[in-house]
Structures are given as C-alpha cells and as structure tokens.
C-alpha cells in the first residue's frame, strides 16, 4: 500500500512563504502523477496544483497560480508545493495526492469527493495569521 507523507506545514504569518514536502513510499503507475489539494475549516476540498515526475506537466489552480509552484525530487521520491505571500485565506489543511494521471486532479469535483485519486495523505496544517 502506498503511503503520502506530508511535512512543512504550521503557523505562520501573512506575508511570507512556505513550503512544503510529500513523499511517497514507492511509486507505481498509480502515483505516475502528484499533487496538491487543500480545505479550509468549512469549506469543500479544492485542487491546488499537480505535476508528473517528469516535472514537464504541470497543472495549478487558477487562483494561485501566481504564488505556488509545484516540483519533484525523484531521487527522494518527493513533491513540494512551494507557496509564496501567505495570507489568511490560505489557511487550510494541505494533502498530498497520488493517481496515475493528472485527469483526477483537474477534471475531479468535491461533490463526488474526487473519487478517481488513488491515494491521499493524512495532511498537513497551514495556519497564516494577519
């Protein structure tokens, strides 16, 4: 069974950047692609971005698109999310995510719980204040 450990999260203040890691136990044609999702206290679960190993293909979320980057270490078989000019409004409890292609990232939907992700990390805490 494939396991997604994510690591960086925490309590920082508006304005500054983070970053932060998801490494995978093995990889399989079901983590061929890996990305981000993050949810807010209250709110639906969103996509934030995604990539391939490769690193050639990568997708973010419109609204962020400007502040993240997403990028692979394959000798460390880890995904990082680097965001930049925190606010409060990224506060949100961060996961990491495996499938084997992009679609499930893009093209997937809170409503059906983005059901054709292969697997999902515990997630990890961002908590910016203002």
Same mark, same amino acid.
Request: charged content about 15%.
């Given at each position: 069974?494939?396991?997604?450990?994510?690591?960086?999260?925490?309590?920082?203040?508006?304005?500054?950047?983070?970053?932060?890691?998801?490494?995978?136990?093995?990889?399989?044609?079901?983590?061929?692609?890996?990305?981000?999702?993050? /949810?807010?206290?209250?709110?639906?679960?969103?996509?934030?971005?995604?990539? @391939? %190993?490769?690193?050639?293909?990568?997708? +973010?979320?419109?609204?962020?698109?400007? @502040?993240?980057?997403?990028?692979?270490?394959?000798?460390?078989?880890?995904? +990082?999310?680097?965001?930049?000019?925190?606010?409060?409004?990224?506060?949100?409890?961060?996961?990491?995510?495996?499938?084997?292609?992009?679609?499930?990232?893009? /093209?997937?939907?809170?409503?059906?719980?983005?059901?054709?992700?292969? +697997? %999902?990390?515990?997630?990890?805490?961002?908590?910016?204040?203002?």
């Amino acid at each position: 069974q494939v396991q997604l450990t994510e690591t960086g999260g925490g309590l920082v203040q508006a304005g500054v950047s983070l970053k932060l890691s998801c490494v995978t136990s093995e990889r399989t044609f079901r983590t061929l692609a890996m990305g981000w999702f993050r /949810q807010a206290p209250g709110k639906e679960r969103e996509f934030v971005a995604v990539t @391939r %190993w490769s690193g050639l293909t990568t997708y +973010y979320a419109d609204s962020l698109k400007s @502040r993240i980057t997403i990028s692979v270490d394959n000798a460390k078989n880890t995904v +990082y999310l680097q965001m930049n000019i925190l606010r409060p409004e990224d506060t949100a409890t961060y996961y990491c995510a495996a499938a084997s292609s992009v679609a499930p990232f893009t /093209q997937g939907s809170s409503a059906q719980g983005y059901s054709a992700i292969d +697997y %999902w990390g515990k997630g990890t805490l961002v908590i910016v204040s203002g």
